[in-house]
């Protein structure tokens, strides 16, 4: 577990007792101040105290009543903060669990000999993620690229993500047609989710032979581009997937050349909000990526986490995605050769 995740479960267990300590004083407020009378009658009556046997013992006895409920409250306090307790290890299991069978989904190795090289990583807000990127190749050559944002956090974004991710995979090793694939994705996740559901995607297909990258973007956040030869947003696409049904998405497609860099991200990274609450923001995005596109794909992909931690802080409040993209020149020359 780490350090994100234990501070999460230590939050709630003081969460859980600071509320559950405030209803017992509520729901034992007459009871208290039972007591605190008593205390000052014993207080106030201290001289009379040997001359009343009456008041003696019906102090003793109220006193001995209240203590004996009081013991029950507390220890009924205790019995429900070992069930809880209990009860939130078993989610805190449950949740490791989700999240190792999740790491899976995600590649761990990169397509090799593309004229490509990737780096890549998510980090989940809440245990569990809702976005998701893939990188993978077609059994006709073609590399897959795509990094989604799923609507929501926690553990029915994921669902909704694994879903999507499968289908992605399906349907684009069977069709070079993006916007046909896309249409289908759509109309597959528009039919088995809520209206309120829905996921915003980055889909890129890059074809070795013709160094030619075509995508479609669903409703997400342009990537940044630094190519020494093409100009503009990649915004070419449509609706995000699962809004409406029916809808026809436009591929769009771009030349990459030695050195050029794209970057994907979730609103994670650009919405990321400092101390004054103005995000991060997808110019500071694109300054970072252009002062470091000579560096490698990794130190590129932690630049830009540690810029985004250093302006919002530790606290992260959305999941974060990166997919970095860069041509190998060495595998440029080798496939040009």
């Not at 980055?202 to 630094?226: E, K």
């Amino acid at each position: 577990m780490n350090d994100k995740q234990g501070r999460t479960e230590s939050e709630q267990m003081d969460n859980w007792w600071q509320g559950d300590w405030a209803r017992f004083l509520r729901g034992n407020v007459y009871l208290l101040g039972f007591l605190s009378a008593i205390v000052g009658l014993l207080f106030v009556g201290r001289g009379q105290l040997p001359s009343s046997t009456l008041l003696i013992w019906g102090l003793t006895f109220g006193g001995t009543t209240a203590v004996a409920v009081l013991l029950v409250s507390l220890y009924r306090v205790q019995v429900e903060l070992k069930e809880s307790r209990h009860e939130l290890a078993t989610k805190a299991a449950e949740l490791n669990f989700a999240r190792e069978v999740q790491v899976t989904l995600f590649p761990t190795e990169f397509p090799e000999d593309t004229g490509l090289c990737f780096a890549a990583v998510c980090i989940p807000a809440q245990g569990i993620s809702g976005d998701f990127y893939d990188i993978f190749r077609c059994p006709d050559g073609r590399i897959l690229v795509a990094l989604a944002d799923v609507s929501g956090k926690g553990v029915p974004a994921a669902i909704l993500m694994a879903n999507l991710q499968a289908r992605l995979r399906v349907h684009t090793e069977r069709n070079a047609d993006l916007s046909e694939v896309c249409y289908t994705l759509n109309n597959d996740l528009y039919a088995v989710t809520e209206q309120s559901k829905f996921a915003t995607a980055f889909v890129a297909q890059w074809n070795p032979d013709l160094r030619r990258l075509d995508y479609v973007n669903a409703g997400h956040s342009a990537p940044v581009l630094l190519s020494s030869a093409e100009n503009g947003e990649l915004t070419q696409g449509g609706t995000p997937f699962g809004l409406f049904p029916g809808v026809a998405y436009e591929c769009g497609s771009v030349k990459l050349r030695d050195s050029d860099v794209l970057v994907l991200y979730s609103d994670g990274i650009t919405e990321a909000a400092g101390l004054d609450g103005e995000e991060f923001g997808s110019g500071r995005l694109t300054e970072i990526v252009g002062n470091t596109r000579d560096k490698s794909i990794g130190e590129i992909r932690e630049s830009i986490l540690t810029a985004v931690e250093q302006w919002a802080g530790t606290e992260q409040q959305d999941d974060m995605t990166l997919v970095v993209v860069k041509v190998d020149e060495q595998q440029s020359e080798d496939s040009s050769s």
